[in-house]
């Protein structure tokens, strides 16, 4: 079985700071994860190529992050950020597509989660962003509360040549054992053919100390049966995971909630999707 990991970052706190960690919860990411750790955690869990993913909207980390896909054993794909609110956005695509690893961008991304308007997404310099995106053959990974889902709704609706990975299945309130309006309003994105979503940030969005799979159940059903294999694909969230598990905690934990499936639909999981949208042919260097 072969296993990509559509969803994992690095930092070094000795390059860049990550503000976002902050107070005693997140204390333990208070350090650097490099991408050396996650290659030792890869194969450990027989990962065999990884997408590596933004973490802050700093302009320099994207070329940094192509950087390192270079030399990696494992990473095959880079979703980076640029701003979108920018109206140079399609320059700045080419640009970065032109530096050392600039042909492992796969994807832009942004905190779409920390801005306070619920309807960012749909806002037209947003909206100009996006279809510079699809023009340049990348897709755009979503990272959103559920009240934001409405939102990535109508802009996938009105730039339906981008694809639109939808990370973590929206937060939804595991922890608090609620479904509702999440599961509505997931539905309505999973309706649009442009979209697919990533098993992946369950973890924390449950109690971290005292999960089960069986918590986390209810809401991968409702994913696998809103956008079906062939649209889902295995995340780890690492090292965000490690609040809550090890690596391999969470691959096994995935395994389960999605054991129903027949063995052809777990391989999209596992890796099908993950090729598919993110261009990813095979895992270099080693």
Known sequence: MTVIDAHHHVWDLGVRDQEWITGPELAPLRRSFLLADLEAEARGAGVTASVLVQTVTVAEETPELLALAV?????????????????????????????????????????????????????????????????????????VLPHQLPAAVRAAAAVPGLTFVLDHLGKPPIASGRAEPWAARLRALAALPNTVCKLSGMLTEADWRSWTVDDLRPYADTVIDAFGPRRLMFGSDWPVSTLAAGYGDVVAAVDELIAPLTAAERDEVWSGTARRVYGITGVHGG
Request: hydrophobic share 40%; net charge negative.
């Open 71 to 143: 030399d990696s054993e494992v990473v095959g794909a880079v979703v980076g950020w640029t701003d979108p609110t920018s109206p140079g956005v399609a320059d700045e695509l080419a640009r970065l597509r032109s530096l050392p690893g600039g042909g492992f961008l796969r994807g832009i991304r942004h905190q779409v989660q920390a801005e306070p308007d619920p309807d960012w997404l749909t806002r037209p310099e947003v909206l100009r962003a996006l279809r510079a995106i699809a023009a340049a053959g990348l897709g755009y990974d979503l990272v």
